[in-house]
């Protein structure tokens, strides 16, 4: 035990100085604490005079002293932690209220090559422009393209791939289409951010903040999906900016094994930086021998809905879809795969491989990717690639309307094959 001298120098060094008032709020709180009842009792009664007993033993006078400085450090330190607002993800939906232009990078875990995103809104936030490039390894039966969105306009430049020269493709009259808009969704840090709070709100996702000291380190914010969610065995982990509250990164996990694996990282700059008005004419960067396609000639892909719930009309179109193929009338099925001209579909994967009949259709679910709007329409079918038969199910096909045809619905198959 320390001796009554080591305490009383102690006390000392701490330069603390005490007033009527906070020795007495100190004197209650220790009078609770005395194992002496009849102290406490007389205390209670007299209160002037249970401070002079107790100021009058040096031990008690420094016992009080000591919890004062306990207090008061206690004290300070709730009021800096307190004094600090925490994260909330409201900042950073307040911060991109205000977004302008951005660039992005998205990776993939199994390729190097990354996605580019660049996008400017309009000072209503609307998008007024896009441009991005979809590397060869996002969808190898068309190779790498680079698209632009501006001024009613879309542009798709195809690069060319063996067995396929490059094109431009251009369609007019039309707003955003749906993919552009997903990829939009997707790329958003707002977006993301507001459908996470959708998210917690139903009690679909778990969130863990962690907020270093250090204002140099990010905000870590790790939204784990729960059972109840469209999603479940999903993670998104973001990291903000602790000066902007901007998101600067983020990583989506799925489940597999046990074990969260990583799927995919973006990464945000550039934010509100003007971005080149040539980044959004294809015109000036496609050579003048590539071959020009009007893409308006599409504008009858798809089914439309009519009275069809929208169950009814995605499982139809997947029917149909397969039938035209059984059938080899590849234009039809084309019509229903996002307009596919005829002779693409012969050289892809359904020209090397005959599908027979249809196995089952089942109940269509929601898109797995909650940014994604339209439906899943889980199949089987039996196919014969090579001279081998079997059965085969799809990621897919994820089936929804036509954007541009908003006001009298048309359906299409839009990927998952």
């Known amino acids: 035990m320390r001796s009554l001298k080591d305490i009383k120098k102690s006390v000392a060094q701490a330069g603390i100085h005490t007033t009527p008032a906070a020795d007495q709020a100190v004197l209650e709180r ?10 406490r009792t007389a205390a209670d009664q ?16 420094l016992a009080l002293s000591a919890a004062f400085i306990g207090g008061v450090s206690l004290f300070i330190v709730l009021t800096v932690k307190t004094s600090a607002p925490a994260y909330a993800l409201e900042q950073t939906v307040a911060a991109n209220n205000q977004l302008r232009s951005l660039h992005m990078k998205s ?11 660049w996008l400017q809104c309009d000072e209503s936030g609307h998008i007024q422009d896009a441009r991005w490039y979809m590397p060869a390894w996002d969808a190898p039966e068309d190779g790498a393209k680079a698209i632009v ?20 493709v251009t369609y007019t009259r039309q707003q955003p289409p749906f993919w552009l808009l997903d990829f939009a969704r997707m790329s958003d840090p707002k977006i993301r ?27 870590v914010v790790t939204a784990t999906y729960l059972r109840q ?3 479940p065995g999903r993670r998104t982990v973001l990291r903000v900016d602790q000066m902007t509250k901007l998101v600067t990164s983020v990583e989506v996990f799925v489940l597999e094994d046990g074990q969260y694996a990583l799927q995919y990282r973006q990464e945000f700059s550039e934010y509100n930086v003007p971005i080149d008005a040539a980044m959004f004419d294809l015109n000036l960067l496609v050579p003048a021998d590539v071959r020009r396609i009007d893409g308006d000639a599409r504008e009858n892909s798809g089914l439309p809905q009519g009275a069809l719930s929208d169950n009814e009309i995605a499982v139809k179109v997947v029917r149909q879809f397969f039938e035209a193929l059984i059938a080899r009338d590849y234009e039809t099925a084309g019509q229903l795969y ?19 009949r249809i196995v089952e259709i089942g109940e269509p679910t929601p898109h797995p990717i909650p940014e994604i709007e339209g439906l899943r329409v889980p199949c089987k079918v039996e196919i014969e690639k090579e001279g081998v038969k079997s059965e085969w199910e799809p990621y897919g096909p994820f089936v929804r309307t036509i954007h541009r045809r908003s006001d009298h619905p048309r359906w299409e198959i839009h990927g998952g094959l």
């Not at 220790?30 to 102290?39: A, G, V």
């Not at 990776?107 to 990354?114: K, L, R, S, T």
């Open 107 to 117: 990776f993939a875990a199994a390729h190097g090559e990354p996605k580019e995103f």
């Open 338 to 356: 996002c307009g596919t001209p005829a002779e693409e579909l012969k050289q892809g994967f359904f020209g090397k491989t005959r599908i027979i």
């Open 46 to 61: 007299d209160q002037p005079r249970g401070r002079r007993i107790i100021m009058k033993n040096p031990i008690m006078k």
């Open 229 to 231: 969610s469209p999603s």
């Open 149 to 168: 969105w501006k001024g009613g306009r879309l542009q798709i430049w195809f690069k060319g791939r063996l067995g396929r020269p490059p094109c431009l």
């Open 30 to 39: 220790l009078l609770e604490q005395l194992p002496d009842n009849s102290m």
């Open 193 to 219: 951010i507001a459908r996470l709070k959708e998210a917690q709100a139903k009690d679909e996702v778990e969130l863990e903040i962690q907020e270093p000291a250090d204002q140099a380190q990010p905000i």
